[in-house]
């Protein structure tokens, strides 16, 4: 088959969305399909200067997502959505066109590209647009954006003709609003070439990684990543050190919160590559990964997939699909975001008991037995080569 793949950011951007992207690309090509990546400029975004990206990818202008305000949010996403139709029109004809979302608008772009290509529609939702928004607390339903949002799902849905998406209660959501197609479970799991990387020695001496033990945080650094409550944890527990890993817009309202706030264990430390973050990963005693809210339990970070792979305790801040995943996993301890006594309480039951490295070592092989990305690629792979017997 000939599948176009749109999507917000590709390869060379290490994005989540460019993350999942290009294994499930990957595995649709290993099937011999011929497989065209149309994705935004944002893929470019603090990309060194000369990178080639790949031949079977295009891109489409948008206005740059660098500072995430709500106007350049609707800026970006419109304009996006837009530019995404029209370069489509040159790419020649389909027998599928692939979505991931978010952002929710690039749906709606699939739903005219499919239509005018005569191709079969395949959306992947890794994230369940307004119903994230609304247990984020960002806008309520019957407002003027949910019911906007709603409107645009409802019509994607109900022209699709497979629906996948990451977590189980994500697809047992999108069962009751996907008419005509089917749901399918297709999780985002442990890339196996991040198990690939090595060590980085200099990294390790530079940040005294084996100095003390480390909590580490790596990710985008905000007040709503639950960072303040890890500020918390930080000043109650001065012997411990806690290094982030990452840059966003609430960074220097956190650095000064710390400063104002006397907690001198707390390093910023700016972003990493892969390597990096296996490194940290690999020498830290815990690693931290948040949900804004416990109201999300249909979302499993992928960076927990990551730190149990690499046989890093993780204390989750969650509750739901997550928190189900490390407790199978045996290697970490949860509570809901919301709680700060009993995340300090889980916290401390971490720091005190020590895990074996066979523990750590059975963890992982865990992980990568019952949730490689690959392999659940593969099955995505099958189920877009099954659409091949159908008429549009």
Not at 98 to 115: E, Q
Not at 204 to 231: F, H, K, M, S, W
Not at 250 to 272: H, M, Q, T, W, Y
């Amino acid at each position: 088959m000939r599948v176009l793949y749109l999507a917000d950011t590709y390869r060379p951007a290490r994005t989540a969305c460019a993350n999942r992207t290009a294994v499930l690309v990957e595995a649709l090509q290993d099937a011999g399909h011929d497989v065209r990546v149309l994705a935004s400029t944002d893929s470019l975004i603090g990309v060194p200067e000369g990178y080639e990206i790949s031949e079977c990818v295009t891109l489409f202008d948008t206005f740059p997502l660098v500072d995430k305000t709500l106007v350049n949010r609707l800026r970006n996403n419109f304009g996006g959505a837009h530019e995404a139709v029209k370069v489509a029109e040159g790419l020649g004809d389909f027998d599928a066109v692939v979505c991931t979302t978010p952002p929710l608008l690039l749906m709606s772009s699939a739903v005219k590209i499919a239509k005018r290509k005569r191709a079969r529609l395949v959306l992947d939702v890794r994230d369940i647009w307004p119903d994230v928004a609304y247990e984020m607390g960002s806008f309520a339903p019957g407002s003027l954006y949910g019911r906007f949002f709603e409107r645009v799902a409802r019509k994607a849905y109900a022209a699709a003709d497979l629906v996948v998406s990451v977590s189980p209660g994500k697809v047992e959501k999108l069962r009751g609003r996907v008419p005509n197609g089917k749901v399918v479970l297709v999780p985002n799991g442990i890339d196996e070439a991040f198990l690939g990387n090595l060590e980085d020695p200099d990294l390790a001496e530079r940040l005294r990684l084996d100095d003390g033990p480390v909590c580490a945080y790596v990710g985008n650094i905000g007040l709503a990543q639950g960072l303040g409550t890890l500020l918390g944890i930080a000043k109650a527990r001065p012997s411990v050190r806690f290094l982030l890993f990452g840059d966003g817009a609430d960074r220097a309202k956190l650095e000064a919160r710390a400063n104002d706030d006397g907690i001198g264990n707390v390093e910023f430390c700016g972003k990493v590559d892969a390597r990096g973050v296996y490194t940290v990963l690999k020498h830290a005693a815990v690693s931290y990964v948040p949900l804004v809210s416990s109201r999300l339990r249909d979302s499993i970070p992928t960076k927990m997939y990551e730190a149990l792979a690499c046989g890093c305790p993780v204390l989750l801040a969650a509750e739901g699909d997550a928190a189900d995943l490390l407790d199978e996993c045996g290697l970490g301890a949860h509570a809901a975001p919301e709680d700060p006594v009993a995340l300090l309480a889980a916290f401390d039951r971490l720091m005190e008991r020590p895990f074996s490295d066979a523990e750590r070592a059975a963890a992982s092989a865990r992980v990568v037995e019952n949730h490689s990305r690959q392999r659940f690629a593969k099955a995505f792979a099958e189920e877009i080569g099954e659409l091949e017997g159908r008429h549009v």
